[in-house]
């Protein structure tokens, strides 16, 4: 089955520099990882995915990036802003995609000081 | 509304009571998923639906814990003989029942067990 690890646990940042958050994870088959963003009192609300046929994806002030050979794949945040501030989950396919079944990391505690 | 709806958003009950929690997927997405997250920890998964086949139940803690889906639309999960380490944000999610498809999440109902 697949196994999930994100780092790091907790990041904070400058307002206006950049935030990395990187996952690995242990399936070869996966190839589906979405990234999540979790406001206090809300749900994940889903940011960004990306699918194992290419190696980045952007959208506006978010990025993420996949590299299949050494199994790991980034979220980049450009010029961070204080409604960042959020827990961020990166995800993978259990069982390498054979379910809908999501194996999520432990999360990422932004903190964007302004 | 458009997105996953949870009801109740909070509930406090005694230890020893049943409580039931009640999901309402986004229309036309088969797969439904539960998941319960403790406080300050990530998305610990406990039972995936997908259209008429059976219920992936592999992360149900223990027999207390049951879940149905009725009508392959709203969904209740029910704790029986509450405990206190129950107590937990439990989140539904819904999507479309094709590989690697995005996850929507509600906002969770937040369940005290005194």
């Known amino acids: 089955g697949e196994n999930v690890e994100q780092h790091p646990s907790t990041l904070s940042v400058q307002e206006g520099d950049s935030a990395v958050i990187k996952c690995t994870y242990s399936?070869?088959?996966?190839?589906?990882f979405p990234w999540y963003k979790q406001e206090l009192g809300k749900g994940p609300q889903l940011i960004i995915d990306?699918?194992?046929?290419?190696g980045e994806k952007k959208d506006q002030r978010i990025a993420v990036t996949l590299n299949k050979t050494a199994k790991h794949f980034s979220l980049h945040i450009t010029e961070t802003q204080p409604e960042d501030s959020a827990v961020y989950f990166c995800?993978?396919?259990?069982?390498?995609?054979?379910?809908?079944?999501?194996?999520f990391g432990t999360g990422t505690l932004l903190a964007v000081q302004p | 509304g458009a997105g996953v709806s949870q009801s109740p958003s909070n509930k406090v009950t005694e230890k020893g009571k049943d409580v039931e929690l009640r999901c309402d997927p986004i229309?036309?997405?088969?797969?439904l998923y539960w998941y319960r997250q403790s406080l300050g920890q990530g998305l610990e998964f406990l039972i995936y639906?997908?259209?008429?086949?059976?219920?992936?139940k592999s992360g149900l803690p223990s027999d207390r814990f049951s879940a149905e889906r009725t009508g392959g639309s709203v969904s209740t999960l029910t704790i029986q003989r509450t405990q206190q380490e129950d107590s937990a944000v439990y989140l539904c999610?819904?999507?479309?029942?094709?590989?690697?498809?995005?996850?929507?999440f509600g906002d969770g109902t937040r369940l005290s067990i005194l």
């Open positions: 990306i699918r194992s046929n290419v």
């Open positions: 229309s036309g997405h088969t797969a």
């Open positions: 999610a819904s999507s479309l029942a094709l590989a690697n498809q995005p996850q929507h």
């Open positions: 399936d070869s088959a996966s190839n589906y």
């Open positions: 995800a993978a396919p259990a069982w390498g995609g054979a379910t809908n079944k999501l194996i």
């Open positions: 639906f997908q259209g008429n086949s059976a219920p992936d």
